[in-house]
């Protein structure tokens, strides 16, 4: 059974609530505002719209439209990560991996990171609109309402099921990418959204071993919280046999050539020797090398999907 939060929200956010925000100079203030956005996570969404863009065109889709749709993207992404430092931010002041975000110091007021992630959303629906298509643009509005209403307030506090629900969020960026140059969403589209879809789990499961006692203590029912870590690394185990499962359907539906395929058998064989080793061993360190392994592994995973368009073999 989860252990009851340490703190209820009201106890939580009534400090940050009445404490004056820092006054900073222009350029710290500047900085805070793009933490809000959490740069690292919208560096790796976009990893996975690009290679969907260019799988999508079987080539180089123009330099314009893939400017725009990572434009509109990063709008988009950092306006839901703003709102959700707004919803978070009890959470992050009892965790010590998020105290020094720019709510809990106190950098910026909630009322304004919630002001700015907003009209970061906004804007970012009416710049995919404009220059890219409608399609895109809703696909990308709809991630952002999915993430802060569905995972953020409804899943991540009442069910260790949170992540597994809440990674569609995340894997909506390749279908942004597709719609961006073909104006739908294809099965081979679907393919790239389940392998995102997919990867989500063990990846922030073994971050939540890594972080196992912040999360408990912050009351969140992360999976190794909930059913331990013996549970947990099971899960993880299964979820990347899964993941190599959508890995070779997408090989499949989209008629991707042996680039591709060797990549993803190699990347594959690499994320599940991990998941085996973390199920021996089921320690922080260890869940910590598969977490750092499957950033990568995303990543070069969908650069060999692109690299494969114009690569033969």
């Not at 931010?89 to 010590?96: A, G, H, N, S």
Request: aromatic share 12%.
């Amino acid at each position: 059974m989860i252990t009851e939060p340490t703190l209820t929200v009201d106890e939580a956010v009534r400090p940050s609530e009445d404490v004056g925000v820092v006054p900073l100079p222009l350029g710290e203030r500047v900085k805070a505002y793009i933490a809000l956005t959490k740069p690292r996570i919208i560096e790796l969404l976009l990893i996975t719209t690009v290679p969907s863009m260019i799988v999508a065109a079987a080539g180089m889709p123009p330099l314009g439209l893939i400017l725009w749709t990572l434009i509109g993207g990063s709008l988009a992404a950092g306006g839901a990560n703003a709102i959700n430092c707004y919803v978070d931010r009890d959470i992050d002041e009892v965790m010590p991996r998020t105290r020094r975000r720019p709510l809990p110091t106190h950098r910026v007021a909630p009322r304004d990171a919630l002001i700015f992630g907003t009209a970061l959303g906004v804007v970012a629906f009416f710049v995919l609109w404009a220059f890219v298509n409608l399609v895109a643009a809703t696909i990308s509005i709809g991630a952002l309402l999915f993430y802060v209403f569905v995972y953020t307030i409804g899943l991540k506090r009442s069910t260790p099921q949170n992540i597994v629900i809440g990674g569609a969020a995340g894997a909506a960026p390749a279908l942004v990418g597709w719609a961006a140059v073909t104006g739908t969403v294809e099965l081979p589209a679907l393919a790239l959204f389940g392998i995102i879809f997919y990867w989500t789990p063990p990846h922030f499961w073994a971050l939540a071993l890594r972080y196992e006692k912040d999360y408990a203590a912050a009351g969140v029912p992360m999976m190794p919280v909930v059913y331990g870590r013996d549970e947990t690394v099971k899960h993880i185990l299964l979820y990347s046999f899964l993941l190599l499962a959508l890995c070779l359907a997408f090989f499949s539906v989209a008629r991707m050539g042996l680039v591709y395929l060797g990549a993803a058998v190699i990347l594959n064989a690499g994320f599940i020797g991990l998941a085996i080793r973390l199920y021996r061993h089921p320690e922080p360190r260890v869940a910590w090398d598969l977490f750092k392994f499957s950033i990568y592994y995303l990543a070069l995973l969908f650069a060999s999907a692109a690299i494969d368009q114009f690569i033969t073999l």
